[in-house]
T-cell receptor, first 112, second 108 residues
Framework: NAGVTQTPKFQVLKTGQSMTLQCAQDMNHNSMYWYRQDPGMGLRLIYYSASEGTTDKGEVPNGYNVSRLNKREFSLRLESAAPSQTSVYFC???????????FGQGTRLTVV | RKEVEQDPGPFNVPEGATVAFNCTYSNSASQSFFWYRQDCRKEPKLLMSVYSSGNEDGRFTAQLNRASQYISLLIRDSKLSDSATYLCVVNRDDKIIFGKGTRLHILP
């Protein structure tokens, strides 16, 4: 029962470094999402993929890129990390618009 | 105006009391509705789905009013373990839209 798996769980980056956050789901869900959560800001949508082969910007896409590698995997890339990207990142998936979403355990990213 | 709005709280409630949360959404085309619970620094987890007919799960009751575009959650006989942040969530087309959450502290 893996569900949604995110790697890594923790990461510290230096300003300007790049990294990719990985997300994989084994539930055959069509839609996948990346959110960031900051204190007092709630969950904010970065990018989403409604189906394999499509990606769209969310509320806060600047500084990020995504790849929907296949139906299972949806990665989030920071090309040049900035301290403002220090946050907790959550990946989620859902099968349809009428169902709940399932979340990964989160990646806690600190950019120094 | 945010598409999904909640009172951020915190609600400080004695153990055993009943507590109610409301949430409003602005887009009448929204298709499905949920309450999630989030514990500190953990991922959100589904508490319950919300329907116009209302639904109950033990001490929890949720209700959707489409005409007024609000969603409610009632917790009866609150327990210390109910302390968490409660997120109102709306699905609209390809998007999942979250309220900022309402913090609940149950006091012994």
């Amino acid at each position: 029962n893996a569900g949604v798996t995110q790697t890594p769980k923790f990461q510290v980056l230096k300003t300007g470094q790049s990294m990719t956050l990985q997300c994989a789901q084994d539930m055959n869900h069509n839609s996948m999402y990346w959110y960031r959560q900051d204190p007092g800001m709630g969950l904010r949508l970065i990018y989403y993929s409604a189906s394999e082969g499509t990606t769209d910007k969310g509320e806060v896409p600047n500084g990020y890129n995504v790849s929907r590698l296949n139906k299972r995997e949806f990665s989030l890339r920071l090309e040049s990390a900035a301290p403002s990207q220090t946050s907790v990142y959550f990946c989620a998936s859902r099968p349809s618009v009428y169902t709940e979403a399932f979340f990964g355990q989160g990646t806690r990213l600190t950019v120094v | 105006r945010k598409e999904v709005e909640q009172d951020p709280g915190p609600f400080n409630v004695p153990e055993g009391a009943t507590v109610a949360f409301n949430c409003t959404y602005s887009n009448s085309a929204s298709q499905s509705f949920f309450w999630y619970r989030q514990d500190c620094r953990k991922e959100p987890k589904l508490l319950m789905s919300v329907y116009s007919s209302g639904n109950e799960d033990g001490r929890f009751t949720a209700q959707l009013n489409r005409a007024s575009q609000y969603i409610s959650l009632l917790i009866r006989d609150s327990k210390l373990s109910d302390s968490a942040t409660y997120l109102c969530v709306v699905n609209r087309d390809d998007k999942i839209i979250f309220g900022k959450g309402t913090r609940l502290h149950i006091l012994p």
